[in-house]
């Protein structure tokens, strides 16, 4: 097992422009979403339905999806599904409920993220930059 090495300031800098970049593709998100009249959550509990398999999830998986304690995911679900954003859906197991996304929170994800891939593609340049800073390695 090798040793370990101390980072270098270079690294340090290139670790501190990598979170700021984080927290500031986080601020845009969370600006766009309350434009769209959604809170954070509930933008990426639409993003994570319309990913999933089948284009739905359970609620402890939507929870497990989102870092999210089961009370809260299950909050999340009723404010979405009285948005009419989602419908709770019979699952295999009758006891389990499944969400999906409705043709109304499609629609509002589509918007979103269209404008969330732009911003992606604007702060790429930005990212393979302190990716490459990170990646570099000292003899």
Same mark, same amino acid.
């Given at each position: 097992m090798g040793t370990k090495r101390e980072l270098t300031d270079a690294e340090y800098e290139a670790l501190a422009s990598f979170r700021s970049a984080i927290r500031q593709f986080l601020h845009f998100s969370s600006e766009r979403a309350r434009e769209a009249e959604l809170n954070p959550?509930?933008?990426q509990a639409l993003l994570a339905?319309?990913?999933a398999?089948?284009?739905?999830?359970?609620?402890?998986?939507?929870? =497990?999806?989102?870092?999210?304690k089961p009370h809260t995911a299950s909050e999340l679900a009723t404010r979405l599904t009285r948005a009419g954003l989602v419908? =709770?859906?019979?699952?295999?197991?009758p006891r389990e409920r499944h969400l999906e996304i409705t043709r109304k929170g499609e629609?509002?994800?589509?918007a979103l993220s269209s404008v969330h891939r732009s911003?992606?593609? =604007?702060?790429?340049?930005?990212m393979a930059e302190i990716?490459? =800073?990170?990646?570099?390695?000292?003899?």
């Amino acid at each position: 097992m090798g040793t370990k090495r101390e980072l270098t300031d270079a690294e340090y800098e290139a670790l501190a422009s990598f979170r700021s970049a984080i927290r500031q593709f986080l601020h845009f998100s969370s600006e766009r979403a309350r434009e769209a009249e959604l809170n954070p959550a509930q933008h990426q509990a639409l993003l994570a339905l319309r990913a999933a398999p089948g284009r739905r999830l359970s609620i402890g998986q939507l929870g =497990r999806e989102l870092l999210l304690k089961p009370h809260t995911a299950s909050e999340l679900a009723t404010r979405l599904t009285r948005a009419g954003l989602v419908v =709770r859906a019979p699952g295999t197991d009758p006891r389990e409920r499944h969400l999906e996304i409705t043709r109304k929170g499609e629609e509002c994800l589509s918007a979103l993220s269209s404008v969330h891939r732009s911003e992606v593609k =604007r702060l790429r340049p930005v990212m393979a930059e302190i990716m490459r =800073r990170l990646g570099k390695d000292e003899p």
